[in-house]
């Protein structure tokens, strides 16, 4: 039996971040089928077929071909045991992707070949930047006409300001795509062969095709070897310290949908990816091969299992083991229990799971009692991990039950889909009406679907626009008679206190008139 130590090492836990469209779901599937853990990939595109993404679950991602909630999979590849996390690429889910990369040690970037870094990614990467994540970069859609690759590495840099190392090197794209120089592994892996053995070509000690092909008589060639020696010469050099650090990025040239240099990249990936880190808490740093159990709540799910009505907890582990039955306390309550149902993940194939160590995310049964940002932990001394992003939301609708005779289920579903995360509920004062606020649009289109969908509940949605949420410091000097159309006085989930002013105007005029009532933002000193 390998030891605790031995067992930590060989996790790899990673969060795949892009721009929706660049090829996220798709990279995933072919790591999945690397990793045995399925047999055909649904690509999203292959609609028709009646396939759908193995990670995108949902009935609208099923509808739309994107994803909208992160999932998580497991699987093993030679001495590894690695957990993906397909993150939501649209923006108006930005922040379910932020707290997921909370749970990471590692971030693959994805980039489409011919858009180069989009908004979305550079948000992301940012991010990671901030936490010191090492970034993997994976420039996709090689067998599509798409930007040379010089202007791609220039454009990292410029853009994202990290220094990068091409691990391979594209001759050629879109249709006159030859494949890849490999520059970590000495060889040339071709794009189209006939025969597998013929796959990868020999280089000799000058780092030219050590064999007789075609290919030699190509102006590509030429042009490849070319912009090899320009990056010998002038390029970063390689350092596994500056991975480590998340100040250099290697990147690998592919195309995930053809599944080419896929394998190459996993290899290569595993091989210099970071096992679980050190994590932070209000008792100094938590060594993940310690022996006390512990871990975080970084995502509440509700019904992954429709037929159930469930709630799963995704939990990552931060030191110890963990062991189906075990007791742990909830550091914010102080309370205890046994944690009997557990989880482990292909996205919606679960199967129960009894043990996981250290950097493994389980699922966990929840019936009300988490939060996203909790932090449980077996035996003593309790404490808690630092806290996870959250965003004030700035799109606000009134929603209420469009049948009254189905207020049951309304209200059942309201609270269960608002402790995901995504909205944020909010009851004006004396008449209860609830108010939803949400980062982006989407958000209030999925909620719509799932209430219709999950909790045969049907809404109607009222529109008011973009507000500016600031909190009450010292409510007992808030007077109801200050709320109006321009700066609505309601209640958050906890009851607190909050102002929604139209715009900076009615804010700043608010604050002149009111001097004496202490205005916040819980959100002003994290990410922004």
Same mark, same amino acid.
């Given at each position: %039996?390998?030891?605790?130590?031995?067992?930590?090492?060989?996790?790899?836990?990673?969060?795949?971040? /892009?721009? =929706?469209? !660049?090829?996220?779901?798709?990279?995933?599937?072919?790591?999945?089928? $690397?990793?045995?853990?399925?047999?055909?990939?649904?690509?999203? +595109?292959?609609?028709k077929?009646?396939?759908?993404?193995?990670?995108?679950?949902m009935?609208?991602?099923?509808?739309?071909?994107?994803?909208?909630?992160?999932?998580?999979?497991?699987?093993?590849?030679?001495? &590894?045991?690695?957990?993906?996390?397909?993150? =939501?690429?649209?923006?108006? $889910?930005?922040?379910?992707?932020?707290?997921?990369?909370?749970?990471?040690?590692?971030?693959?970037?994805?980039?489409? !070949?011919?858009?180069?870094?989009?908004?979305?990614?550079?948000?992301?990467?940012?991010? &990671?930047? %901030?936490?010191?994540?090492?970034?993997?970069?994976?420039?996709?859609?090689?067998?599509?006409?798409?930007?040379?690759?010089?202007?791609?590495?220039?454009?990292?840099?410029?853009?994202?300001?990290?220094?990068?190392?091409?691990?391979?090197?594209?001759?050629? %794209?879109?249709?006159e795509?030859?494949?890849?120089?490999?520059?970590?592994?000495?060889?040339?892996?071709?794009?189209?062969?006939?025969?597998?053995?013929?796959?990868?070509?020999?280089?000799?000690?000058?780092?030219?095709?050590?064999?007789?092909h075609?290919?030699?008589?190509?102006?590509?060639?030429?042009?490849?070897?070319?912009?090899?020696?320009?990056?010998?010469?002038?390029? @970063?050099?390689f350092?596994?310290e500056?991975?480590?650090?998340?100040?250099l990025?290697?990147?690998? #040239?592919?195309?995930?949908?053809? @599944?080419?240099?896929?394998?190459? $990249?996993?290899?290569?990936?595993?091989? #210099?990816?970071?096992?679980?880190? =050190?994590?932070?808490?209000?008792?100094?740093?938590?060594?993940?091969?310690?022996?006390?159990?512990?871990?975080?709540?970084?995502?509440?799910?509700?019904?992954?299992?429709?037929?159930?009505?469930?709630?799963?907890?995704?939990?990552?582990? &931060?030191?110890?083991?963990?062991?189906?039955?075990?007791?742990?306390?909830?550091?914010?309550?102080?309370?205890?229990?046994?944690?009997?149902?557990?989880?482990? #993940?292909?996205?919606?194939?679960?199967?129960?799971?009894n043990? !996981?160590?250290?950097g493994?995310?389980?699922?966990?049964?929840?019936?009300?009692?988490?939060?996203?940002?909790?932090?449980?932990?077996?035996?003593?001394?309790?404490?808690?991990?630092? +806290?996870? =992003?959250?965003?004030?939301?700035?799109? #606000?609708?009134?929603?209420?039950?469009? @049948?009254?005779? +189905?207020?049951?289920?309304?209200?059942?579903g309201?609270?269960?889909?608002?402790?995901?995360?995504?909205?944020?509920?909010?009851?004006?004062?004396?008449?209860? @009406?609830?108010?939803?606020?949400?980062?982006?649009?989407?958000?209030?289109e999925?909620?719509?679907?799932?209430?219709?969908?999950?909790?045969?509940?049907?809404?109607?949605?009222?529109?008011?626009? /973009?507000?500016?949420?600031?909190?009450?410091?010292?409510?007992? !000097?808030?007077?109801?008679?200050?709320?109006?159309?321009?700066?609505?006085?309601?209640?958050?989930?906890?009851?607190?206190?909050?102002?929604?002013?139209?715009?900076?105007?009615?804010?700043?005029?608010?604050?002149?008139?009111?001097?004496?009532? +202490?205005?916040?933002?819980?959100?002003?000193?994290?990410?922004?």
């Amino acid at each position: %039996m390998a030891s605790l130590k031995e067992e930590v090492l060989s996790r790899r836990t990673f969060a795949i971040i /892009s721009h =929706p469209d !660049a090829g996220k779901t798709t990279l995933t599937e072919k790591l999945l089928l $690397f990793g045995g853990a399925i047999r055909d990939a649904g690509t999203v +595109k292959g609609k028709k077929t009646g396939k759908f993404a193995t990670s995108d679950w949902m009935e609208i991602e099923k509808q739309r071909g994107i994803s909208v909630t992160s999932s998580v999979m497991q699987f093993h590849y030679q001495d &590894c045991h690695v957990n993906i996390l397909d993150t =939501p690429g649209h923006e108006d $889910f930005s922040e379910d992707t932020y707290r997921t990369l909370m749970a990471v040690d590692s971030a693959v970037m994805i980039i489409d !070949a011919a858009k180069g870094i989009e908004a979305q990614t550079k948000k992301l990467f940012k991010v &990671c930047k %901030m936490r010191g994540i090492p970034i993997f970069t994976f420039i996709n859609k090689l067998d599509r006409q798409s930007k040379p690759p010089l202007e791609l590495l220039a454009e990292l840099e410029e853009v994202l300001g990290i220094e990068s190392y091409p691990m391979n090197w594209p001759i050629g %794209m879109g249709k006159e795509f030859f494949g890849i120089y490999d520059r970590f592994n000495e060889r040339i892996e071709q794009f189209r062969t006939e025969k597998e053995e013929d796959r990868f070509l020999p280089l000799n000690d000058e780092g030219e095709l050590a064999v007789d092909h075609e290919i030699k008589k190509s102006a590509l060639y030429d042009q490849m070897l070319e912009e090899v020696m320009l990056l010998e010469e002038a390029g @970063n050099e390689f350092s596994k310290e500056r991975i480590a650090e998340g100040e250099l990025t290697p990147v690998f #040239f592919g195309s995930a949908l053809t @599944n080419f240099g896929v394998q190459t $990249f996993l290899e290569t990936y595993l091989q #210099f990816a970071p096992p679980p880190q =050190p994590r932070q808490s209000d008792q100094g740093e938590i060594d993940p091969a310690g022996e006390q159990f512990s871990g975080f709540i970084f995502k509440i799910q509700a019904n992954m299992n429709p037929a159930h009505r469930d709630r799963i907890a995704f939990f990552r582990i &931060c030191s110890g083991k963990f062991e189906r039955g075990m007791s742990v306390t909830l550091t914010r309550t102080g309370k205890t229990s046994k944690v009997s149902q557990s989880t482990q #993940f292909l996205a919606d194939d679960r199967s129960t799971v009894n043990e !996981a160590v250290s950097g493994d995310i389980i699922g966990l049964y929840d019936t009300g009692n988490y939060q996203i940002g909790d932090t449980l932990v077996g035996g003593k001394p309790l404490f808690q991990y630092e +806290k996870l =992003p959250q965003f004030a939301p700035e799109l #606000f609708v009134k929603v209420s039950a469009k @049948n009254v005779m +189905k207020q049951k289920s309304f209200h059942k579903g309201i609270e269960q889909l608002v402790q995901e995360g995504a909205i944020q509920l909010y009851k004006t004062l004396h008449t209860e @009406n609830y108010i939803l606020g949400a980062v982006g649009q989407l958000q209030f289109e999925v909620f719509e679907h799932r209430m219709k969908g999950e909790y045969n509940s049907e809404v109607i949605m009222e529109p008011m626009g /973009s507000k500016i949420a600031r909190w009450v410091e010292n409510e007992e !000097a808030v007077k109801e008679s200050l709320s109006s159309s321009r700066s609505l006085l309601v209640k958050d989930r906890q009851g607190k206190l909050v102002f929604l002013f139209e715009n900076e105007f009615a804010l700043r005029w608010f604050q002149d008139k009111n001097e004496q009532i +202490k205005l916040y933002h819980p959100l002003e000193e994290e990410t922004h």
